[in-house]
T-cell receptor, first 112, second 114 residues
Framework: QKEVEQNSGPLSVPEGAIASLNCTYS??????FFWYRQYSGKSPELIMF????GDKEDGRFTAQLNKASQYVSLLIRDSQPSDSATYLC????????????FGQGTELSVKP | NAGVTQTPKFQVLKTGQSMTLQCAQD?????MYWYRQDPGMGLRLIYY???????DKGEVPNGYNVSRLNKREFSLRLESAAPSQTSVYFC?????????????FGPGTRLTVL
């Protein structure tokens, strides 16, 4: 079992729809959870982070964390073609700062 | 304020050759990291440095060495390159606070080993 697993893509949604990206992790000691967006040929860009169970909203993005189920998700509302990218889920080993374990990424395509 | 810079951007090596990837940050961060990214995979930690003068292994350290030259610079060395080291290499930096987001990545070095 991979330590961090994301739903396999590519995920295709129409413009204006909600995109839902999912991630499960195996280390119950993980304390911090991150979502990165990566455009082709570019470096990862941090878009959301969440530490506590529940929802965290930032503009069109909502991160959801359920530690009991070891599950974290990212919702993108009103998806735009510019949201088309690969989304990487990452978790910390315990609470060890920048030492992240990444999932393999989910490619999102938003069709006009 | 350039953030995190990496050199070179692209490199092609032959098996057995050596090279050093350079990374520098101008944000006065204590912690620096080297990750690699292979197609269809997320990033994997090679080495990290929590502070100047300290380095430690990550998930995939074999075949690599690092040097934390000063607070700004963290280099990654391939002593004898192998085709399995063909990858994109990202340097990153952060403050070492517990749970602090890893926010600053360099643009990457695309390495091909023939």
């Amino acid at each position: 079992q991979k330590e961090v697993e994301q739903n396999s893509g590519p995920l295709s949604v129409p413009e204006g729809a909600i995109a839902s990206l999912n991630c499960t992790y195996s280390d119950r000691g993980s304390q911090s959870f991150f979502w990165y967006r990566q455009y082709s040929g570019k470096s990862p860009e941090l878009i959301m982070f969440i530490y506590s169970n529940g929802d965290k909203e930032d503009g069109r993005f909502t991160a959801q964390l359920n530690k009991a189920s070891q599950y974290v998700s990212l919702l993108i509302r009103d998806s735009q073609p510019s949201d088309s990218a690969t989304y990487l889920c990452a978790v910390t080993r315990g609470n060890q700062g920048g030492k992240l374990i990444f999932g393999q990424g989910t490619e999102l395509s938003v069709k006009p | 304020n350039a953030g995190v810079t990496q050199t070179p951007k692209f490199q092609v090596l032959k098996t057995g050759q050596s090279m050093t990837l350079q990374c520098a940050q101008d944000m006065n961060h204590n912690s620096m990291y080297w990750y690699r990214q292979d197609p269809g995979m997320g990033l994997r930690l090679i080495y990290y440095s929590a502070s100047e003068g300290t380095t430690d292994k990550g998930e995939v350290p074999n075949g690599y060495n690092v040097s934390r030259l000063n607070k700004r610079e963290f280099s990654l060395r391939l002593e004898s390159a192998a085709p399995s080291q063909t990858s994109v290499y990202f340097c990153a930096s952060s403050e070492p606070l517990a749970g602090s987001p890893l926010e600053y990545f360099g643009p990457g070095t695309r390495l091909t080993v023939l």
